[in-house]
């Protein structure tokens, strides 16, 4: 179903705009939470931005939406069991629905998490039963599936699988937690496997791996039931292990990366800090501890050299804390535990799981700066899904359905 708010004209121009950026996969174009939109709202009315429009009937399921090529691709359950792909227009009308197979019936999140990874006519997403998919966009066909839990003998986790995969290139890259593969890189265009890391026996969690270059070298990060772990990028050798234990393995959070410096954090009063790589990344050294922000799924964001963050156990609020030295800036008790994202300067925070409240802060170390709220109304279930931005406005998945906000500065 879908709901017009805002007038038809302002809908329908979306759909010609040039596209000032679009979020392919979980967390943005980069993966870390930072969307390169501009003209944005620094201040919004009394009761938020305006909705342009309401989707509704996109199933269960807590993955965010992906926008690419002025379609919205959004995974949801199509019936009791099966997840599918809902794809939508820029005015919010579900065009098609590809059905891609089972999916988690997990009681506490029942549905898919993983968000889809957009490439070009590809879509690859993986289910929390460890299937992952490669779907022909335009003929809505699937080019090839692998379960990595079977090929690489790997064991689901407490919640099932989360992973939102990485295409780096000619490859997938994804987390099986199998003995011999904690790490796995799978032909993107055949799904045969490339390579797997050797050398660390360490069942998966729920983050999404990232690469980042040091020094030349390209670095592949992410963390897993025990451990923060490093490899290289570029054919999957092992270089270290750090480890990093919280409650039931639970790690969703992203590593961060800046200046030789590697971010890391979790909840349930995980330690957090930053580790220190050496020339050539295949050791480390600890910098900083952090003992404020245990920051549980919902991602931290790194801005100008300072990390904006919520806590999760210590305390439930938002924070701000130099990278370089791991000082403490400020933390506002005014914004609960949520999902926190970066566009043009300001700060956007989604307060989960139950409260559904979104807040517009300056991304400012002097000074906790708060500039507009509103309540998410629609949906369903916990607000877990991460938002995502495309071409001015910001889009928020909640339950069975997607709203649209025109956050641009018209004025």
Not at 56 to 85: Q, R
Not at 226 to 232: I, S
């Amino acid at each position: 179903m879908y709901k017009a708010i805002a007038g038809i004209a302002l809908c329908l121009c979306l759909e010609s705009m040039a596209v000032a950026g679009e979020s392919p996969q979980f967390r943005g174009p980069y993966r870390d939470g930072r969307f390169e939109e501009q003209g944005l709202l620094k201040v919004w009315p009394e009761n938020g931005p305006a909705l342009l429009w309401v989707a509704t009937g996109l199933g269960n399921g807590y993955s965010s939406p992906s926008i690419a090529g002025k379609k919205i691709y959004v995974p949801g359950m199509v019936d009791e069991t099966t997840a599918g792909i809902f794809i939508l227009n820029l005015d919010g009308v579900i065009e098609r629905t590809i059905p891609v197979g089972p999916e988690t019936e997990d009681t506490q999140a029942p549905g898919p998490r993983s968000t889809p990874t957009v490439d070009g006519d590809f879509l690859y997403m993986l289910s929390g039963l460890g299937e992952v998919y490669c779907l022909h966009i335009p003929s809505g066909e699937k080019k090839w599936t692998v379960n990595i839990l079977e090929r690489f003998s790997g064991s689901n986790i407490m919640y099932t699988l989360a992973e939102s995969l990485l295409v780096d290139g000619d490859r997938v890259i994804c987390t099986p937690g199998g003995p011999d593969a904690g790490l796995a890189s799978l032909d993107k265009h055949t799904g045969e496997t490339i390579w797997t890391t050797k050398g660390f026996g360490d069942p998966a969690s729920y983050c999404a791996p990232i690469i980042y270059t040091h020094n030349g070298r390209r670095l592949l990060f992410t963390e897993t039931a025990n451990y923060l772990v490093c490899t290289d990028a570029e054919d999957g050798t092992f270089l270290w292990k750090m480890e990093h234990p919280t409650r039931d393995g639970i790690h969703a959070v992203t590593p961060i990366y800046m200046d030789g410096l590697v971010y890391y954090t979790g909840g349930y009063e995980a330690e957090s800090g930053a580790v220190r790589l050496s020339e050539d990344g295949s050791s480390f050294e600890k910098a900083w501890q952090d003992n404020l922000l245990d920051c549980q799924h919902h991602g931290v964001v790194l801005h100008e050299g300072y990390l904006y963050g919520t806590s999760h156990m210590r305390g439930n609020h938002l924070v701000c804390i130099e990278m370089k030295t791991g000082k403490v800036m400020w933390k506002a008790t005014e914004v609960r535990q949520g999902v926190v994202e970066y566009a043009d300067g300001m700060l956007y925070v989604y307060e989960g799981p139950s409260r559904g409240i979104v807040h517009l802060v300056k991304a400012t170390p002097e000074s906790f700066q708060h500039a507009g709220q509103f309540r998410v109304t629609e949906g369903n279930g916990r607000h877990w899904a991460h938002p995502a931005f495309a071409n001015g406005v910001l889009y928020i998945r909640h339950g069975d359905a997607l709203m649209a906000y025109d956050i641009r500065d018209k004025s």
